[in-house]
C-alpha cells in the first residue's frame, strides 16, 4: 500500500506478507476521518480461502 499527499509526493510505502508462498487479494478499501486505512481481502493457502483485514494508522503503522 502507498500513501500519497495531495502534491503527489509519497508519504508511506508497506508491504503485508505472511510468510509463506500464498496468494493475496484485496477487495476494499476504506479511509476513516482520522486517515486510518482499512483493507478487507482474502488469502489464498493451499487451496483454502481464508478472510483477511488489515488496518493502517495513518502514519504507516500496522494497527494492533
Known sequence: ???ISAQD???WARAWDL???TDLACY???VDPAGNLF???CTNY???DDAL???YESGGNLAR
Request: hydrophobic share 50%.
Open 39 to 41: 483493507m478487507a481481502g
Open 9 to 11: 509526493d509519497l508519504l
Open 19 to 21: 510468510g509463506i508462498s
Open 1 to 3: 500500500m502507498l500513501k
Open 46 to 48: 493451499r487451496y483454502t
Open 28 to 30: 476494499d478499501l476504506a
Open 53 to 55: 483485514v488489515l488496518s
